[in-house]
């Protein structure tokens, strides 16, 4: 069995080996039950000048280094892990939604069957397993690169060294995504600014406090 | 680690699952295999990696199905299976709910209403069998043997009904293929004597015109050329619509439809005048030159320009850079060539500009087909005195397919009962109400008949209107025979399926299926074998293969890949490779692709263009629940500038109508298509209410097309048809 607490967990994504097949889509949804309409991952179109596409870019969760996310938990069942994984915790989730609309890249969702809120954890259940994620697995050109940066013989970690990689970010906030690109992906327009709805009273610098608090 | 919260195994199940999959790795998928019971029910807490051929569409990639407590949980792609790179797509990961479908057929059916009015009668297998029999028995009495009309998918078991229709006595077996390839297959073997393989992986310069491979997945061809391009190769496309191919090329030409021969007249007419062509190949190994250098003379660039709408200076820039990238540069063969009435024709052009740059049989070029086949159990059919010395759709095309044969030929036909009548109709997982233009002569074909018996997973369009409907079960379920594929440098293999789960409700396969019939009409001696013998007697030669079907469900031969055809002679008449074509002489076709311009678009029309992306797999996937959250529904692709003139927004609903039908879908208004054309994906707009998913969704493109064929090959013509669109809402 794979020990996790040793683990760094990084996935590096060629958006230039990806055609937009949406393998890497179906894949999650049956490995791991994703409900009708939602999405743990996907593929979206960059356009170019000419309002034509141009680039096709996979992603899923960031498993940020600072995840807005974990803020907007109010009971602090989202926590960020020494693996380098943001996760869940099933049993303390309440499934009020703020982290859905807390995290700025759409990455999370609530489950109507479960009641839960969900998002990709590289799955876990796979890793275990010894085996990768369900998306990097079946993906025809293998544009994601999912692997250990405690190891240094790992595809990731090779790729991290030699660099030349860089980040999509939601300009509106700087979670610090764990995901990386390969150099010429295009910057997507990031639509999403994180919002904290209901009884939850985080002021609205929160972000901008925490952040300061930091560096 | 803790339970999980969406329908997960809880951690004690992982450590269980874990340890076994790790005891499972050492002991090797065989050991798994083996504990496949054959019959009885799956041992509980069992999980298994079991191998097996995709059957999403035709390209048979390799797949591992994870199978827990008898319930298959995923489809993970086969990490050794080279033809389709390790890989599964959306639709080889939606193959679970193939399988796990409510709207699967459950039991045989009788029609017991009117033809498509959806009412029927439940029967035992028993009952089902006898009726088709007795049916088969009357019409083959009454019409001849060949009043029968067959018609197979691609499909591991089709040989079966081939096999049994030529048994039972008739010739008339047509194929999916006339709705889809034939005119590229006829092209390229009335040139090099066979049906290339291209070499994508190693090109250094592809040209592709009529093709999609980004979305119409072939396996290794699509993922290759992502891959060669990211080694350099430049990737060039024409295409009047922006596919994401076209987003992922060099490239793009929104080339006017149809106009795809004049390019490649102007490629061959510069590749000849600047001497840019391989002239030491030429001279060895093609015949007719000359004759070719004459007859392309005047298709100049400046001459194309006019009539494709590419610049001449690109043209012209598109032959040099072809030539220097040459032998490994190409035009790619595509696949669907169903497109318009000199479809072999357009297709002999870009093998005539294959053949210039001497890219036969070698890396990054047309590879010839490998060494790889399997026999079929021999078998000589009983001879029938009384039916007719051809097939019924002999003399509508010039060169047709004899093992193919032609839909929309076979179809006209039956209707006009000429040169004899058609009243039986027996179909196996194809379905021509789907993918055969102009669905309202389907319709009156079908409306002829005396008797139509359909064999498929669920209910069809062309299930939906047949007598008998009988279920077969998904690939997941099934023993299979061994069939050989070709793809590429990548693979010479052979392929074959285990069941990697029990067969659901009372569905049965179709070597079941024709076997029984066979014995009831007394052809049972052609039948005497098990599935398991006839593949023992395919392998006996091959006890390699046979060890690694049996662990992989694939074997691959390794074997030459370039310069196969050294010292050898090319199968055609002139012995090489024909720019020229003697034999087309002989049949009144053209010997050189003659230049004819399509009709311009009328006034207040579009062109409408077919296709599809890469989650549709012609008429058989849009019901797939899975698939069906990617694309619920067709949507027509229209320029901003008509959609303007017509006050159409995205969104709106329009009214497509040609002259023989017409439909209802959603507008896509998109700067990704020629204001002349629009452009709509295939299987929607289906009559079949057992569909439940996609019924109602979108329009049909049968419906709307008009039924054109290839004049040479008898291959549809499916971008013949010109449209109105008018808002509905």
Same mark, same amino acid.
Not at chain 2, 127 to 147: H, N, P, S, V
Not at chain 2, 501 to 527: C, H, M, Q
């Given at each position: 069995?794979?020990?996790?607490?040793?683990?760094?967990?990084?996935?590096?994504?060629?958006?230039?080996?990806?055609?937009?097949?949406?393998?890497?889509?179906?894949?999650?949804?049956?490995?791991?039950?994703?409900?009708?309409?939602?999405?743990?991952?996907?593929?979206?179109?960059?356009?170019?000048?000419?309002?034509?596409?141009?680039?096709?870019?996979?992603?899923?969760?960031?498993?940020?280094?600072?995840?807005?996310?974990?803020?907007?938990?109010?009971?602090?069942?989202?926590?960020?892990?020494?693996?380098?994984?943001?996760?869940?915790?099933?049993?303390?989730?309440?499934?009020?939604?703020?982290?859905?609309?807390?995290?700025?890249?759409?990455?999370?969702?609530?489950?109507?069957?479960?009641?839960?809120?969900?998002?990709?954890?590289?799955?876990?259940?796979?890793?275990?397993?010894?085996?990768?994620?369900?998306?990097?697995?079946?993906?025809?050109?293998?544009?994601?690169?999912?692997?250990?940066?405690?190891?240094?013989?790992?595809?990731?970690?090779?790729?991290?060294?030699?660099?030349?990689?860089?980040?999509?970010?939601?300009?509106?906030?700087?979670?610090?995504?764990?995901?990386?690109?390969?150099?010429?992906?295009?910057?997507?327009?990031?639509?999403?600014?994180?919002?904290?709805?209901?009884?939850?009273?985080?002021?609205?610098?929160?972000?901008?406090?925490?952040?300061?608090?930091?560096? | 680690?803790?339970?999980?919260?969406?329908?997960?195994?809880?951690?004690?199940?992982?450590?269980?699952?874990?340890?076994?999959?790790?005891?499972?790795?050492?002991?090797?998928?065989?050991?798994?295999?083996?504990?496949?019971?054959?019959?009885?029910?799956?041992?509980?807490?069992?999980?298994?990696?079991?191998?097996?051929?995709?059957?999403?569409?035709?390209?048979?990639?390799?797949?591992?199905?994870?199978?827990?407590?008898?319930?298959?949980?995923?489809?993970?792609?086969?990490?050794?299976?080279?033809?389709?790179?390790?890989?599964?797509?959306?639709?080889?990961?939606?193959?679970?709910?193939?399988?796990?479908?409510?709207?699967?057929?459950?039991?045989?059916?009788?029609?017991?209403?009117?033809?498509?009015?959806?009412?029927?009668?439940?029967?035992?297998?028993?009952?089902?069998?006898?009726?088709?029999?007795?049916?088969?028995?009357?019409?083959?009495?009454?019409?001849?043997?060949?009043?029968?009309?067959?018609?197979?998918?691609?499909?591991?078991?089709?040989?079966?009904?081939?096999?049994?229709?030529?048994?039972?006595?008739?010739?008339?077996?047509?194929?999916?293929?006339?709705?889809?390839?034939?005119?590229?297959?006829?092209?390229?073997?009335?040139?090099?004597?066979?049906?290339?393989?291209?070499?994508?992986?190693?090109?250094?310069?592809?040209?592709?015109?009529?093709?999609?491979?980004?979305?119409?997945?072939?396996?290794?061809?699509?993922?290759?050329?992502?891959?060669?391009?990211?080694?350099?190769?430049?990737?060039?496309?024409?295409?009047?619509?922006?596919?994401?191919?076209?987003?992922?090329?060099?490239?793009?030409?929104?080339?006017?439809?149809?106009?795809?021969?004049?390019?490649?007249?102007?490629?061959?007419?510069?590749?000849?005048?600047?001497?840019?062509?391989?002239?030491?190949?030429?001279?060895?190994?093609?015949?007719?030159?000359?004759?070719?250098?004459?007859?392309?003379?005047?298709?100049?660039?400046?001459?194309?320009?006019?009539?494709?709408?590419?610049?001449?200076?690109?043209?012209?820039?598109?032959?040099?850079?072809?030539?220097?990238?040459?032998?490994?540069?190409?035009?790619?063969?595509?696949?669907?060539?169903?497109?318009?009435?000199?479809?072999?024709?357009?297709?002999?052009? +870009?093998?005539? =500009?294959? @053949? /210039?740059? %001497?890219?036969?049989? *070698?890396?990054?070029?047309? !590879?010839?087909?490998?060494?790889?086949?399997?026999?079929?159990?021999?078998?000589?059919?009983?001879?029938?005195?009384?039916?007719?010395?051809?097939?019924?759709?002999?003399?509508?095309?010039?060169?047709?397919?004899?093992?193919?044969?032609?839909?929309?030929?076979?179809?006209?036909?039956?209707?006009?009962?000429?040169?004899?009548?058609?009243?039986?109709?027996?179909?196996?997982?194809?379905?021509?109400?789907?993918?055969?233009?102009?669905?309202?002569?389907?319709?009156?074909?079908?409306?002829?008949?005396?008797?139509?018996?359909?064999?498929?997973?669920?209910?069809?369009?062309?299930?939906?209107?047949?007598?008998?409907?009988?279920?077969?079960?998904?690939?997941?379920?099934? +023993?299979?025979? =061994?069939? @050989? /594929?070709? %793809?590429?440098?990548? *693979?010479?293999?052979?392929? !074959?399926?285990?069941?990697?789960?029990?067969?659901?409700?009372?569905?049965?396969?179709?070597?079941?299926?024709?076997?029984?019939?066979?014995?009831?009409?007394?052809?049972?001696?052609?039948?005497?074998?098990?599935?398991?013998?006839?593949?023992?007697?395919?392998?006996?030669?091959?006890?390699?293969?046979?060890?690694?079907?049996?662990?992989?469900?694939?074997?691959?031969?390794?074997?030459?890949?370039?310069?196969?055809?050294?010292?050898?002679?090319?199968?055609?008449?002139?012995?090489?490779?024909?720019?020229?074509?003697?034999?087309?002489?002989?049949?009144?076709?053209?010997?050189?692709?003659?230049?004819?311009?399509?009709?311009?678009?009328?006034?207040?029309?579009?062109?409408?263009?077919?296709?599809?992306?890469?989650?549709?797999?012609?008429?058989?996937?849009?019901?797939?629940?899975?698939?069906?959250?990617?694309?619920?529904?067709?949507?027509?692709?229209?320029?901003?500038?008509?959609?303007?003139?017509?006050?159409?927004?995205?969104?709106?609903?329009?009214?497509?109508?040609?002259?023989?039908?017409?439909?209802?879908?959603?507008?896509?208004?998109?700067?990704?298509?020629?204001?002349?054309?629009?452009?709509?994906?295939?299987?929607?707009?289906?009559?079949?209410?057992?569909?439940?998913?996609?019924?109602?969704?979108?329009?049909?493109?049968?419906?709307?097309?008009?039924?054109?064929?290839?004049?040479?090959?008898?291959?549809?013509?499916?971008?013949?048809?010109?449209?109105?669109?008018?808002?509905?809402?």
């Amino acid at each position: 069995m794979t020990d996790i607490s040793r683990k760094n967990y990084i996935l590096v994504i060629d958006a230039l080996k990806c055609f937009d097949c949406k393998a890497c889509m179906v894949a999650c949804k049956v490995e791991n039950n994703v409900p009708n309409g939602r999405w743990r991952n996907w593929v979206k179109p960059a356009i170019g000048a000419k309002g034509r596409r141009v680039q096709f870019q996979p992603g899923q969760c960031m498993q940020c280094e600072e995840p807005a996310c974990a803020a907007a938990c109010p009971v602090r069942a989202t926590y960020k892990r020494s693996d380098g994984m943001v996760v869940i915790d099933p049993n303390k989730c309440i499934g009020c939604g703020n982290c859905v609309t807390g995290c700025p890249y759409g990455a999370r969702f609530w489950n109507p069957i479960t009641r839960l809120a969900e998002k990709c954890d590289y799955c876990q259940h796979r890793l275990v397993r010894g085996e990768e994620p369900a998306c990097v697995e079946t993906c025809p050109t293998k544009a994601r690169v999912f692997g250990d940066l405690n190891d240094p013989a790992s595809k990731a970690s090779a790729l991290m060294k030699k660099g030349r990689l860089v980040q999509v970010k939601n300009t509106l906030i700087d979670t610090k995504p764990r995901i990386y690109y390969t150099a010429g992906t295009v910057q997507l327009n990031w639509p999403k600014e994180p919002t904290l709805p209901g009884d939850v009273h985080l002021p609205a610098s929160f972000w901008k406090i925490k952040k300061n608090n930091n560096q | 680690m803790s339970a999980n919260y969406n329908g997960h195994i809880t951690r004690r199940q992982f450590l269980q699952f874990s340890g076994m999959a790790a005891a499972a790795t050492l002991g090797g998928p065989r050991i798994l295999h083996a504990l496949v019971p054959s019959k009885g029910s799956f041992t509980q807490d069992q999980v298994l990696r079991l191998p097996s051929i995709c059957d999403m569409c035709l390209n048979k990639c390799g797949l591992i199905a994870r199978v827990e407590k008898g319930v298959i949980k995923k489809l993970d792609p086969h990490p050794q299976f080279l033809k389709s790179r390790g890989m599964l797509c959306a639709r080889g990961n939606a193959g679970i709910k193939q399988l796990y479908d409510p709207d699967r057929l459950k039991y045989p059916l009788l029609r017991k209403g009117a033809r498509g009015e959806g009412r029927w009668q439940r029967l035992s297998w028993t009952q089902a069998l006898d009726l088709a029999t007795e049916k088969l028995k009357i019409i083959g009495e009454k019409y001849t043997r060949c009043g029968v009309l067959f018609m197979a998918g691609s499909d591991l078991q089709s040989t079966f009904v081939n096999r049994f229709a030529s048994v039972f006595g008739s010739y008339n077996i047509v194929s999916h293929e006339s709705n889809c390839l034939v005119s590229r297959n006829r092209a390229y073997l009335d040139t090099f004597g066979e049906m290339p393989i291209p070499d994508t992986l190693n090109s250094k310069y592809i040209i592709m015109a009529g093709a999609n491979c980004f979305e119409a997945l072939i396996t290794p061809d699509s993922i290759d050329m992502l891959t060669a391009k990211q080694k350099g190769c430049k990737l060039v496309v024409l295409d009047p619509r922006f596919t994401k191919t076209a987003a992922l090329a060099n490239e793009w030409h929104a080339i006017k439809p149809g106009t795809d021969m004049a390019f490649f007249l102007a490629l061959t007419q510069v590749l000849i005048e600047e001497k840019r062509y391989d002239e030491k190949f030429v001279d060895e190994k093609t015949y007719g030159l000359e004759q070719l250098r004459d007859h392309v003379r005047k298709y100049t660039p400046e001459w194309a320009e006019k009539e494709c709408e590419i610049p001449a200076r690109d043209i012209r820039r598109i032959a040099r850079e072809l030539s220097a990238a040459a032998p490994a540069a190409m035009v790619y063969p595509g696949r669907r060539t169903s497109d318009y009435e000199d479809s072999t024709q357009i297709r002999r052009s +870009m093998a005539i =500009v294959n @053949a /210039l740059l %001497g890219n036969w049989d *070698c890396p990054g070029g047309l !590879t010839a087909a490998r060494e790889i086949k399997v026999k079929a159990k021999p078998f000589d059919p009983p001879f029938y005195e009384d039916n007719p010395e051809e097939r019924v759709e002999t003399g509508r095309s010039l060169m047709m397919f004899e093992e193919e044969g032609s839909f929309k030929h076979a179809r006209d036909a039956v209707i006009e009962g000429k040169p004899y009548p058609i009243k039986g109709f027996f179909t196996y997982k194809t379905n021509p109400m789907a993918t055969g233009a102009n669905r309202r002569k389907t319709i009156e074909m079908i409306n002829k008949l005396d008797f139509m018996i359909t064999v498929d997973i669920t209910m069809s369009d062309t299930a939906w209107m047949a007598d008998l409907v009988l279920p077969a079960p998904s690939y997941l379920e099934r +023993m299979d025979p =061994v069939s @050989a /594929l070709q %793809g590429s440098s990548a *693979c010479g293999c052979l392929v !074959t399926r285990d069941p990697v789960v029990r067969t659901l409700f009372e569905s049965r396969p179709i070597f079941w299926i024709v076997s029984e019939l066979a014995n009831r009409l007394a052809l049972g001696k052609f039948f005497d074998f098990s599935l398991e013998e006839y593949r023992q007697e395919q392998l006996k030669d091959w006890p390699q293969a046979k060890k690694d079907l049996k662990k992989d469900g694939f074997h691959y031969k390794h074997s030459k890949i370039y310069g196969v055809y050294e010292g050898k002679i090319y199968k055609t008449l002139s012995k090489k490779i024909e720019l020229y074509n003697q034999r087309y002489v002989e049949k009144k076709a053209d010997p050189l692709p003659v230049y004819k311009a399509p009709p311009s678009v009328p006034e207040g029309k579009f062109r409408l263009v077919v296709g599809r992306n890469a989650y549709i797999t012609q008429g058989s996937s849009t019901n797939n629940a899975l698939l069906a959250e990617l694309v619920p529904e067709n949507e027509l692709w229209l320029h901003p500038k008509p959609a303007r003139n017509l006050a159409i927004t995205s969104g709106d609903v329009v009214e497509v109508t040609s002259l023989v039908g017409k439909g209802r879908l959603k507008v896509r208004v998109t700067e990704e298509i020629r204001p002349d054309t629009v452009y709509m994906d295939s299987g929607f707009g289906v009559l079949s209410k057992g569909l439940s998913t996609v019924y109602g969704k979108g329009a049909s493109i049968v419906e709307i097309l008009e039924d054109r064929n290839d004049i040479i090959s008898g291959n549809m013509a499916m971008h013949e048809t010109f449209v109105t669109v008018r808002k509905i809402t």
